[in-house]
């Protein structure tokens, strides 16, 4: 059974940035395309940003376009999301996945973006 471990949430002022990890166990971890989501309090989670198995091609949600950067490194078996000039509204816990959702959740890492 694949497990999924995020990190590197916290607080962060408007306009700082963070950098997220999520370790994956299991030996299928550079056949899949990946995935960061979100879900904000009283919202439904999003996906923010995917990434295809060889990291060749990646995609964002209009709201993080130009802002997140999504990256893996087959070898270590982790997927990372780099985060700049964050605002107030990407306050959320932080999930990864497959791009299709389909392992067991994580704990996730909390984000949250203050004044």
């Known amino acids: 059974q694949v497990q999924l471990v995020e990190s590197g949430g916290g607080l962060v002022q408007i306009g700082g940035s963070l950098r997220l990890s999520c370790a994956a166990s299991?030996?299928?971890?550079?056949?899949?395309?990946m995935g960061w989501y979100r879900q904000a309090p009283g919202k439904q989670r999003e996906l923010v940003a995917t990434?295809?198995?060889?990291?060749?091609?990646?995609n964002y949600a209009d709201s993080v376009k130009g802002r997140f950067t999504i990256s893996r490194d087959n070898a270590k078996n982790t997927v990372y999301l780099q985060m700049n000039s964050l605002k107030p509204e990407d306050t959320a816990i932080y999930y990864c996945?497959?791009?299709?959702?389909?392992?067991?959740w994580g704990q996730g890492t909390q984000v949250t973006v203050s004044a």
């Open positions: 990434i295809t198995s060889g990291g060749r091609t990646t």
């Open positions: 299991g030996s299928t971890f550079s056949a899949n395309a």
């Open positions: 996945n497959r791009r299709s959702g389909s392992l067991p």
